[in-house]
């Protein structure tokens, strides 16, 4: 049985105030929610600190959202693996589409940060999907197809979340059909050593589309970006039918 994984992605959103605040009216809303699903919130380097103190005990995970692939040195703006299990954190996100567009991340880096992920004891959440530019010239799969042979070099398939996430729905409101998500991410699947990797889906993932999206045999959790802002929406997000 493979492992469901809901994650928020709050990108550059929340002061630490702010966090207090989203504490405050989610923790609770986890009462009933079923044991079966692993849930996680991926959030600013500013903010794990806080989130690390006030969420020992609870069943909720801390993720960060890049790691250098040095232990340490003179990388200005970077982080590495041991500062963030230090305090914590279990997950990190590498590989988003933000991070390839506007810091020039590669396969190369992405490869090289995942392997460090590992390394130091993260679960690394490697993030692939196409632009809409790329689906319209029909060259999603061979896209993807690429992403994972170069970003998965030498990577252990045990200890892995890959996360597929179509540009054109990040952001935007404009979910992928939720069969279209089930099939590219059984194309994903087919890349794998592992059939046990978890593989979620990303991209204006909602209240409202969330259960039809965890319906589908293919799709094992959400990695959640605006929707996992606010404490209800993301509550509603976490206890999927
Ligand atoms: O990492 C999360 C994704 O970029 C999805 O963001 P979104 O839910 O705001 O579309």
């Given at each position: ?20 605040e ?39 995970q ?28 279990r ?51 061979s ?6 042979a ?92």
């Open positions: 049985m493979r492992k469901k994984v809901i994650a928020g992605n709050w990108k550059m959103y929340k002061t630490q105030a702010e966090t207090s989203f504490l405050l009216n989610f923790l609770h809303t986890l009462e009933e929610t079923p044991e079966d699903r692993e849930i996680v919130l991926c959030v600013p380097f500013t903010d794990l600190g806080i989130l690390s103190k006030s969420l020992h005990g609870s069943r909720v801390l993720g960060a959202q890049n790691v250098h692939w040095e232990e340490q040195g003179a990388y200005t703006g970077e982080i590495s693996g041991p500062m963030l299990t230090e305090i914590g954190v997950y990190v996100v590498i590989g988003h589409s933000e991070r390839r567009q506007y810091f020039n991340e590669t396969d190369e880096t992405v490869n090289l940060r995942l392997k460090a992920a590992q390394r130091y004891g993260l679960t690394p959440i490697l993030c692939v999907g196409e632009s809409k530019q790329q689906r319209d010239a029909l060259e999603t799969e896209l993807i197809i690429s992403q994972l170069k970003g998965l070099v030498d990577v252990d398939q045990n200890n892995l979340i890959i996360a597929y996430e179509p540009i054109w729905a990040i952001g935007t409101g404009d979910t992928c059909e939720s069969i279209e998500a089930n099939r590219v991410i059984g194309l994903i699947r087919s890349q794998l050593s592992n059939p046990d990797v978890p593989i979620q889906y990303g991209g204006s993932v909602k209240p409202n589309n969330i259960d039809e999206i965890m319906a589908q045999p293919e799709i094992d959790g959400a990695l959640v970006g605006g929707a996992s802002l606010e404490p209800s929406s993301f509550a509603r997000i976490v206890n999927y039918q």
